[in-house]
């Protein structure tokens, strides 16, 4: 039998629902998720690598499954799928200008090393949400109970007392 493994890369700074609903998602074609959250300095996030590495897995920890293995990257995303022997990335898009971004990058992964990617749009109540709108909201003070975990919500309250 031929297990079926697919990588959702990205930041997740922090993981919010719409992510988790692409988790889901993929979880209904793959036998295995590979969640890797990318250090990325780059983008100054708010969070460290092992923080965002902390709050996928509690977001995640109620699924009742080892089907979703989350765990930091460096690096060239196509160098670290060979640990998990799959040529599969899952990307979330939102928007088509998401999906210009998108695009370009899953050409990348391709001309490096045949990698194929396949795009997944969150659920329509979930689409407006980003790790950005999170942040922003957080950092007034706002409702994020509709938006990320509640493990992640008092991550987000500590962080921005």
């Given at each position: 039998m031929i297990t079926k493994i697919c990588?959702?890369?990205?930041?997740?700074?922090?993981?919010h629902y719409g992510?988790?609903?692409?988790?889901?998602?993929?979880?209904?074609?793959?036998?295995?998720?590979?969640?890797?959250?990318a250090k990325n300095p780059r983008k100054k996030p708010l969070f460290t690598v092992e923080e965002?590495?902390?709050m996928f897995r509690e977001s995640v920890k109620d699924f009742g499954s080892e089907r979703v293995i989350i765990e930091p990257f460096d690096g060239l995303l196509v160098n670290f799928m060979k640990k998990y022997n799959t040529k599969i990335i899952v990307r979330g898009v939102r928007l088509f200008t998401d999906f210009e971004y998108e695009l370009?990058?899953?050409m990348t992964n391709y001309n490096l090393d045949k990698?194929?990617?396949?795009?997944?749009?969150?659920?329509?109540?979930?689409?407006?949400?980003?790790?950005?709108?999170?942040?922003?909201?957080?950092?007034?003070?706002?409702?994020?109970?509709?938006m990320v975990h509640p493990y992640v919500e008092k991550k987000l309250e500590e962080r921005f007392i």
């Open positions: 990588v959702y890369p990205g930041t997740f700074d922090p993981v992510h988790i609903d692409i988790v889901k998602r993929a979880l209904n074609i793959f036998d295995y998720v590979v969640v890797a959250v965002r590495v902390e370009q990058i899953a990698v194929e990617t396949l795009f997944l749009m969150p659920s329509q109540e979930l689409i407006h949400i980003s790790s950005s709108i999170v942040k922003d909201v957080a950092s007034h003070h706002g409702d994020l109970s509709k």
